[in-house]
């Protein structure tokens, strides 16, 4: 037969700290989310830059990028611009400042040719600060 006996060590204790152990979890989850998720929601038009070994310069905070697809067609951004409305959409993109640098995007299979007439399209249209975008290289062939 077995008697036991009232003590007080086995009262339970009250304790008035929050388990922060799940909060800490649910935050980790959500940064993971949005670390993989950020890169994901640039949209950004598809072209096959060529490469140089150019230093890099700074890039601008809103830079204006004019691109030249493999089809030839333009765009500003991501919106698609006919070369007869050039001058127009990148008054509108720029606000009218002609002394804003343009940032000239091409594909690599676009000549040469067809690059400078698109140069010459932006010169018609009172933008004479036109900067090259390619990708950096190693400098090995």
Do not use: C, W
């Not at 150019?54 to 765009?75: C, G, H, M, N, Y």
Request: no cysteine; net charge negative; hydrophobic share 50%.
């Amino acid at each position: 037969m077995s008697i036991r006996m009232a003590r007080e060590e086995d009262d339970l204790v009250e304790t008035h700290e929050i388990n922060v152990t799940p909060f800490i979890d649910v935050m980790l989850v959500l940064l993971i989310i949005f670390m993989v998720a950020a890169p994901l929601a640039t949209v950004d038009v598809l072209v096959n830059l060529p490469t140089s070994t150019a230093e890099a310069q700074p890039r601008p905070e809103k830079p204006i990028f004019l691109t030249v697809k493999s089809d030839l067609s333009l765009t500003i951004g991501d919106d698609v611009v006919a070369r007869s409305a050039l001058a127009s959409a990148l008054d509108a993109a720029t606000g009218g400042n002609h002394d804003e640098r343009i940032f000239l995007r091409a594909d690599k299979v676009v000549t040469y040719g067809d690059v400078m007439a698109v140069m010459n399209l932006l010169r018609d249209a009172g933008y004479l600060k036109v900067a090259l975008v390619n990708l950096q290289s190693d400098g090995q062939h």
